[in-house]
């Protein structure tokens, strides 16, 4: 149980262009889903809390314009990285939790943004 | 003081023997305690969780939390090569809205 879906696996897009990261929770309902960047070898960075019929609450020094998140059911939130640029590229995992469980937090697999 | 402080390591271990990975935190009324591993280029699989003082074993792995003196550890016994990995210490501030805080991770390198 407590399966976190998360697509694409990874892109690559050019300068300028948006691009979509899905997250479904497949077997529980998520009012809350947790989006994280990771650069390499370093740890996850909390960026947004995307809640379920209301805006989502970024960390501090994330641009809400240009990381626009929508969590419209409550099993699917969407990140989009708009005008993307190189210093976007990143590792982009989000994750939800089962509070009907003792799962903990699940985390999907992962989107690797290549910007060009 | 990082909220989540563990040693990046690489800490290397001989296969067969025990791991210890050891994460401190900031005392913050922290309440739930997590351990992830994190294979290379893949995302954080949770491995344990505990919430109150003292040992949880599950397996070859035992989570020990010691909140007196704020810390949590992980203890790998018969390490193995498929143990290699970036484990990840998080932790789930009380009063904080059910989010998670990571540690930096330890690169652990089981060598046969």
């Known amino acids: 149980g407590a399966v976190v879906s998360q697509h694409p696996s990874w892109v690559i897009c050019k300068s300028g262009t948006s691009v979509k990261i899905e997250c479904r929770s497949l077997?529980?309902?998520?009012?809350?889903m947790f989006w994280y960047r990771q650069f390499p070898k370093q740890s996850l960075m909390l960026m947004a809390t995307s809640n379920e019929g209301s805006k989502a609450t970024y960390e501090q020094g994330v641009e809400k314009d240009k990381f626009l998140i929508n969590h419209a059911s409550l099993t699917l939130s969407t990140l989009t990285v708009t005008s993307a640029h190189p210093e976007d590229s990143s590792f982009y995992i989000c994750?939800?939790?089962?509070?009907?469980?003792?799962?903990?937090?699940?985390f999907g697999s992962g989107t690797r943004l290549t910007v060009v | 003081q990082k909220e989540v402080e563990q040693n990046s390591g690489p800490l290397s271990v001989p296969e067969g023997a025990i791991a210890s990975l050891n994460c401190t935190y900031s005392?913050?009324?922290?309440?739930?305690f997590f351990w992830y591993r994190q294979y290379s280029g893949k995302s954080p699989e949770l491995i344990m969780s505990i919430y109150s003082n003292g040992d949880k074993e599950d397996g070859r792995f035992t989570a020990q939390l010691n909140k007196a003196s704020q810390y949590v550890s992980l203890l790998i016994r018969d390490s193995q090569p498929s143990d290699s990995a970036t484990y990840l210490c998080a932790l789930e501030w009380a009063n904080a809205g059910n989010m998670l805080t990571f540690g930096g991770g330890t690169r652990l390198m089981v060598k046969p």
């Open positions: 077997d529980f309902q998520a009012t809350t």
């Open positions: 005392d913050r009324g922290s309440q739930s």
């Open positions: 994750s939800a939790r089962d509070t009907g469980s003792n799962y903990g937090y699940t």
